[in-house]
């Protein structure tokens, strides 16, 4: 697999998808409760920007040849960025998201292309992927977490690309998740449409007769 070329053009137009849709939120918005549970909209913007610059990160040193983690402080950085960004101004949550976009996507660029199968970055739980399947992991986060901002982007507006291929990593994981010999998808779940089953599945949707599914981002 070289180069993914429709998962970086997928996940700039998340990007552009999710800047174009900043201007909808003033302090007020920023302040008010997310569709996660605990966070604002100030939590999810700035997870948003910090997960952009710890991609940035994993790229930039791949093009060092070096293999670096997520965030140097692993999961405890994570929470405690998130935390201290998520009240700032809208302005102030607006300029830190796009600019942490333009800096993701002028690494990306500048990513030579016999990096992108060979490089690897460390993710949270320990695990290295490569430079091909950070960019599927930000196209992931950008969407979903665009749908948590409960600003009219949902889960219905997913792109086709986007759905098939984290609909095959969902139902891999939930199988992989359920007892021996029970890990098909249930009648009402295989009854949805792509869009649906993957927000249940992402434990964004909970249509009638089905349980919870399990998050897992």
């Known amino acids: 697999m070289s180069k993914p070329l429709e998962w970086l053009d997928g996940a700039r137009a998340s990007h552009a998808a999710l800047i174009a849709d900043l201007g909808e939120v003033d302090d007020k918005a920023a302040r008010a409760p997310a569709l996660l549970p605990g966070w604002t909209r100030g939590h999810v913007l700035t997870h948003l920007a910090r997960n952009a610059d710890s991609n940035t990160r994993i790229f930039l040193a791949a093009q060092q040849g070096d293999v670096v983690d997520q965030y140097p402080g692993g999961r405890e950085q994570r929470s405690s960025d998130i935390e201290a960004g998520s009240g700032r101004s809208a302005a102030e949550l607006a300029i830190d998201v796009e600019s942490s976009i333009v800096r993701l996507e002028a690494a990306w660029n500048a990513t030579p292309d016999d990096l992108w199968d060979t490089a690897r970055g460390r993710g949270t739980a320990g695990g290295e992927a490569s430079l091909t399947e950070w960019v599927f992991s930000r196209w992931r986060e950008t969407e979903v977490h665009h749908a948590d901002l409960g600003l009219g ?47 249940w599945l992402l434990g964004r949707h909970w249509p009638d007769g089905l349980h919870e599914a399990p998050r897992w981002i």
């Open 153 to 199: 982007y949902s889960w219905a507006r997913w792109p086709s690309a986007y759905v098939r291929e984290d609909l095959r990593r969902a139902t891999m994981a939930y199988r992989a998740q359920q007892p021996m010999g029970q890990g098909e998808l249930p009648p009402l779940a295989l009854a949805l449409i792509p869009n649906e089953r993957l927000a």
